[in-house]
């Protein structure tokens, strides 16, 4: 129930199910759970009830018991009006607190199972921890390298509990591996480029750099040391991550930039927007920094908010900067603008970034093309025989039939490959992403190919 409140009544959960879902049968399955929440209500209530309803009649009846009893014994000369009063009292005064302890069984019960779930919870071992002895890692010029790593994401009985998910029992079977033998080292200010296909493990990668998990298989090192035996704190310190899908808790834009860095002054805070390329916007709103961006920042743009976000990396100036598409969200002006500051940011920083964008990748040291989680190319931009990576692009205009091809003309009509590219196009249309292939000079065409050689050379 309190997952469904969640889900549902939040700003992007209501506006998803007024978009997408079918009113009737939310609130038809809504209703079904209030219903059950109710009936558990009721039935506790009435098994209170019924509890207190008997303590009260047993009392009643023992009452009128001794009174008749004793009125007759009184009667008879046997016992004195005076001692049948003085029973009849203390009858009264010890029913009194068992009939207010009538919920206390429920109560107890409840208490119980409540105390069983807090008790497994905390008794549920963190698979990620610092190991006894772990140091803290020196600040500075900080390199990134993965060794021979490989990793699966762990069992559902590994993570949660049956309790917490609402089924009877969890899952145990192992998950698919992730990643195999992944190996490469980024010098200290460097910038690595990790493209491919979605679901490739590019965010994966990022993950155990940040040690979210760890892996089964290999090593990964930061600044030299095995991520494992650096204390999570100052790992944590030194790496900072712009995801694709910025999350801004509903507080105001200092609040949201102060998470990075509590102490951070006014004039940092303005820096930091002011190289985010957002500072004009902040400075218009009426509040300014006090704006409050609502429920997972609503109130602000897609672009806006990722902009926010990249702010606060800003602040944070951690040794290691992750950015997993850092700029998707952001139009191609803002774009120029934010790859600006990104780059006087990143300067003498190590970078690791995920990005399908040309423009984005075009200046990193190193390119790394991750295909069903193996690195299966590396190179640079300028090194088409090393790295052709296919980076997806929308086509802005319907390109010319191959009879048409740009080139010198030969016998029969038909236009001349350029070199380095593919004279293979597809029929007009609009929107169609397409490979990107490169020439020897580093230049880029766009490529629509047929759907059943979308992968051929």
């Known amino acids: 129930m309190g997952q469904t409140m969640t889900e549902r009544f939040n700003v992007s959960g209501a506006l998803l199910v007024k978009i997408f879902g079918d009113l009737p049968r939310e609130t038809a399955a809504f209703a079904g759970k209030a219903e059950r929440v109710r009936d558990i209500g009721i039935t506790q209530a009435m098994y209170g009830r019924l509890l207190f309803t008997a303590l009260t009649l047993v009392a009643s009846l023992a009452t009128a018991l001794v009174y008749g009893a004793g009125g007759w ?24 607190p068992l009939t207010a302890l009538s919920n206390v069984q429920v109560d107890v019960m409840t208490a119980l199972v409540a105390f069983d779930r807090v008790f497994e919870v905390l008794d549920l071992k963190p698979l990620v921890d610092d190991r006894p002895g772990a140091v803290a890692l020196p600040a500075g010029p ?8 490989a990793f699966r994401y762990p069992r559902a009985d590994e993570v949660s509990l049956a309790s917490l998910e609402s089924v009877a029992v969890l899952d145990t079977a192992d998950s698919q591996q992730v990643l195999h033998d992944v190996s490469f080292h980024v010098e200290p200010g460097q910038t690595v480029a990790l ?40 790992l944590h310190r030194a790496v900072g991550v712009v995801s694709q899908d910025a999350h801004l808790f509903h507080d105001t834009i200092r ?36 704006t409050v961006v609502g429920d997972r920042g609503h109130r602000l ?23 997993d598409e850092a700029t998707a969200h952001l139009d191609s002006e803002s774009e120029v603008a934010v790859q600006r500051a990104l780059a006087t940011a990143l300067e003498g920083r190590t970078a690791i970034v995920i990005a ?30 090393r790295a052709r990576w296919r980076l997806r692009r929308p086509v802005p205009h319907p390109v010319r039939p191959a009879g048409r091809a740009s080139g010198r003309r030969g016998a029969g009509g038909s236009g001349r490959r350029a070199r380095g590219h ?10 169609i992403a397409a490979p990107v292939r490169y020439d020897a000079a580093g230049d880029s065409t766009n490529v629509a190919t047929r759907p059943n050689s979308a992968g051929s050379p």
């Not at 001692?83 to 029913?95: E, I, P």
């Not at 593919?422 to 609009?430: C, M, Q």
């Open 73 to 96: 014994l009184v009667l008879e000369g046997g016992l004195t009006a005076g001692a049948l009063v003085a029973m009849a009292a203390l009858l009264g005064r010890l029913y009194g």
């Open 422 to 431: 593919s004279a293979r196009v597809a029929p007009p249309s609009t929107g």
């Open 356 to 385: 399908h964008r040309l423009s984005t990748v075009r200046e990193a040291d190193q390119i790394l093309v991750v295909e069903d989680g193996r690195v299966v190319e590396r190179g640079r931009h300028a090194e088409p025989a």
């Open 142 to 149: 900080t390199s990134v390298e993965l060794d021979h790593v």
């Open 195 to 234: 493209v491919g296909p979605s679901g490739a493990g590019k965010t994966t990668i990022t993950g155990l750099v940040a040690r979210l998990y760890d892996v089964q298989e290999g090593t990964v090192r930061v600044g030299g040391h095995d991520v494992r035996d650096v204390t999570l704190a100052s």
């Open 301 to 323: 743009s897609g672009g806006e908010k990722q902009r926010l976000a990249i702010a606060r990396l800003l602040l944070k100036s951690p040794a290691v900067v992750v950015l």
């Open 255 to 290: 609040g949201n930039l102060l998470f990075a860095r509590p102490e951070a002054t006014d004039a940092e805070l303005e820096g930091a927007l002011r190289d985010a390329q957002i500072w004009p916007l902040v400075s218009a709103l009426p509040d300014g920094l006090d």
